[in-house]
């Protein structure tokens, strides 16, 4: 049971770029949700997901996109790469019945 | 607006107890959660409450007040290992969302 999976750990993206961020999940859950966290800061929803086939905004959808075809993978797409985006990405998933959401590792991105 | 206020950064010494505290203000309320991060890391739950009281798991309770809008994480018999960031979470108007706290960044000395 490897949980909730993340791939690359990290990435460096010049401007103008795009890349997909990958998140899987072995717990067959129902939710699951992008976040950054900038440094010293909270974690900011990007996109999350009730199952397959719906997704939705968070707080800072703006630049980013995703997809849910599989209740498994969960990738979080970056159009057009800024600075602004240079943070860590954490992918999570939750049972639909209970509290806990389970994190990745992250995805550190850098935009230079 | 939504926000939730926890402090920046609380420093305690090996074998002590500490509490982190959490106000917020958000448009609706299920539940709050606590969640522990180490440098590097990535964010684990701790404890969750949906109800007034105090819940205890092991070493580390959690409080909440619904009328206060205001919860707290008591750590106990510190330990190094518990230096991380804490951030407080709350399931607000949204059944699906979690809206984040900055975390606090505990500090622990021998």
């Known amino acids: 049971n490897a949980g909730v999976t993340q791939t690359p750990k990290f990435r460096i993206l010049k401007i103008g770029q795009s890349m997909t961020l990958q998140c899987a999940q072995d717990?067959?859950?129902?939710?699951m949700y992008w976040y950054r966290q900038d440094p010293g800061m909270g974690l900011k929803l990007i996109y999350y997901s009730v199952g397959a086939g719906i997704t939705d905004k968070g707080e800072v959808p703006n630049g980013y996109n995703v997809s849910r075809s599989t209740t498994e993978y969960f990738p979080l797409r970056l159009e057009l790469a800024a600075p602004s985006q240079t943070s860590v990405y954490f992918c999570a998933s939750r049972e639909g019945t209970a509290e806990t959401q389970y994190f990745g590792p992250g995805t550190r991105l850098l935009v230079l | 607006g939504q926000s939730l206020e926890q402090p920046s950064e609380v420093t305690a010494v090996e074998g002590a107890i500490v509490q982190i505290n959490c106000t917020y203000q958000t448009s609706g309320f299920y539940g709050l959660s606590w969640y522990q991060q180490h440098d590097g890391g990535a964010p684990t739950f701790l404890s969750y409450n949906a109800l007034d009281g105090l819940e205890e798991t092991g070493r580390f309770s959690s409080f909440l007040s619904r009328s206060d809008s205001y919860g707290y994480l008591l750590l106990q018999e510190l330990q190094m290992k518990d230096s991380a960031s804490y951030f407080c979470?709350?399931?607000?108007?949204?059944?699906?969302?979690?809206?984040w706290g900055a975390g606090t960044k505990l500090i622990i000395k021998p």
């Open positions: 717990m067959n859950h129902n939710y």
């Open positions: 979470a709350v399931r607000g108007g949204s059944n699906y969302q979690l809206i």
